[in-house]
């Protein structure tokens, strides 16, 4: 019988406060990736973060991405942790250039890397085109976009704005996100009839006409300090209901930093910072 568990190696980072544990699979496998996610990213009785993801070969791309939220459910993608990817392969010189492409179940993403001292300091993500249209979000509403419509939610009507990123985004414009307790009305949103997979829901103030004020209940995940494709969805519709305008950098206040989103009809960009928290070895 084996006396001493499997030790796994594995790096912290984060992308404005949205941490994730990442696993270097370019030349191993791991199994069962739905239940170590739940296990390790407990942050009393394991190392803690907002999931785990796995860095893979691609047939198609530099790399792979695959992202399991804390409950073990996996993420088509994850806007933070493709950034962090990206760090990862550009600072261990594994892909040690300035555009790097990244396939995630969402399809191939292409980041610009800006380094210093040969380490990345920022990504910028061409995140795609946004999805509007409610069966490929999906959403179970009329109509060829929602926009402002109405949802009720214990007795209270609050207007949605939906959007896929590659997952799926319902958007609330509101006075003041400071006051907003998600964690009671978050999974109302979360699990609601009308979202077949679920939805990440953010909860957005309007700063001016170049800023927002974010947060966000994450399904899977609950709230989190920060969410990439959340961002994403918050500045196009913003765009959408005439806060914002098109083709401009929309500043994205999150709990754990900012984004820079540039929204138009044929793709949107995403621009922020990816740190690496530490490195250690976990016995399983």
């Known amino acids: 019988m084996r006396n001493e568990g499997t030790r796994l190696a594995f790096t912290k980072m984060h992308g404005c406060g949205n941490d994730y544990i ?7 496998e791991i199994s069962a ?3 170590l996610a739940v296990v390790l990213s407990d942050r009393h009785f394991g190392i803690g973060g907002d999931g785990l993801v796995l860095i893979c070969r691609s047939d198609i791309a530099d790399a792979k991405m695959r992202m399991f939220n804390l409950d073990g459910s996996e993420g088509k993608m994850c806007g933070n942790a ?3 990817v990206a760090k990862y392969l550009y600072d261990n010189d594994i892909c040690k250039k300035d555009e790097i492409k990244i396939e995630t179940l969402s399809g191939v993403k292409t980041l610009q ?12 993500v061409d995140m795609g085109k946004a999805e509007l249209t409610p069966s490929r979000i999906p959403v179970a509403l009329p109509g060829d976009r929602i926009v402002n419509a109405p949802l009720a939610i214990q007795g209270k009507t609050y207007g949605i704005t939906c959007v896929s990123m590659g997952n799926p985004h319902a958007v609330v414009f509101c006075q003041d996100v400071d006051s907003l307790n998600l964690a009671e009305i978050g999974p109302h949103f ?8 679920r939805v990440n829901t953010e909860f957005v103030q309007v700063i001016d006409q170049n800023t927002l ?3 966000v209940w994450e399904r899977g995940s609950g709230e989190t300090l920060a969410c990439g494709t959340g961002a994403c969805a918050a500045a196009v519709a913003s765009v959408l209901n005439g806060y914002c305008a098109k083709g401009q950098d929309i500043r994205v206040l999150l709990t754990g930093g900012e984004l820079i989103i540039n ?8 621009t922020g910072g990816c740190v690496k928290v ?3 070895v976990v016995e399983l």
């Open 82 to 84: 493709i950034r962090c």
């Open 33 to 35: 990736p739905e239940q």
């Open 213 to 215: 004020k974010m947060r």
């Open 278 to 280: 530490f490195e250690g």
């Open 190 to 197: 979360e699990h609601h009839e009308i979202f077949p997979e």
């Open 263 to 270: 929204y138009t009809d044929e793709r949107v960009l995403m």
């Open 22 to 28: 990442y696993i270097d699979c370019l030349e191993r």
């Open 113 to 124: 890397v800006y380094a210093e001292n040969g380490f990345a300091t920022s990504v910028k």
